[in-house]
């Protein structure tokens, strides 16, 4: 896909879940009903985000064009406008604070995803090198086992 159509799809995901929201928002009786639809939305914006972040790590090229540029400002735009637009159509509909709590927990349980992936990579890194000791360990044996065997060979040899 090229950088203007990957934001592009970005952008339509994240359209679709404000789309979404405020279509089932007067009929929700809760927030676990419109919740696929926050999901969404926070994806799409995540995906404008990289789309517009991996750009600006690029060379000279396509994204530097005026329809580049402008497309990724619009939509970075729009996508801020529309978030807070649905934030206070949660807080009108759920009460004050909801989406700030929806927020909260969100950001809270991306941390813990991160730090979980940490752990899980220390706890790998440190089984290898509990395998790595185990098998120098083996290594240290079997090679003073290997000395022995052969002094003791040696003075076979000798004593014969």
Excluded at 14 to 33: L, N, W
Excluded at 51 to 69: A, C, I, P, W, Y
Excluded at 155 to 160: P, Q, S
């Amino acid at each position: 896909m090229e950088p203007i159509t990957t934001a592009l799809a970005g952008f339509a995901l994240f359209k679709s879940a404000v789309d979404g929201i405020k279509g089932a928002i007067g009929t929700a009786r809760d927030v676990s009903e419109i919740a696929g639809h926050i999901d969404a939305l926070f994806d799409g914006e995540k995906q404008v985000q990289q789309e517009r972040n991996r750009k600006s790590g690029m060379g000279v090229g396509d994204q530097l064009g005026v329809k580049s540029v402008a497309t990724e400002i619009i939509n970075a735009r729009l996508a801020k406008e529309q978030m807070q637009e649905i934030a206070t159509m949660v807080d009108l509909r759920f009460g004050h604070g909801t989406w700030k709590s929806i927020t909260e927990e969100r950001a809270r349980r991306i941390q813990a995803a991160k730090e979980a992936a940490l752990q899980a990579r220390r706890e790998k890194i440190r089984q290898q090198k509990e395998f790595e000791d185990t098998i120098k360990s083996v290594v240290l044996t079997l090679s003073v086992v290997m000395v022995a065997f052969g002094f003791f060979v040696f003075l076979f040899m000798v004593v014969l």
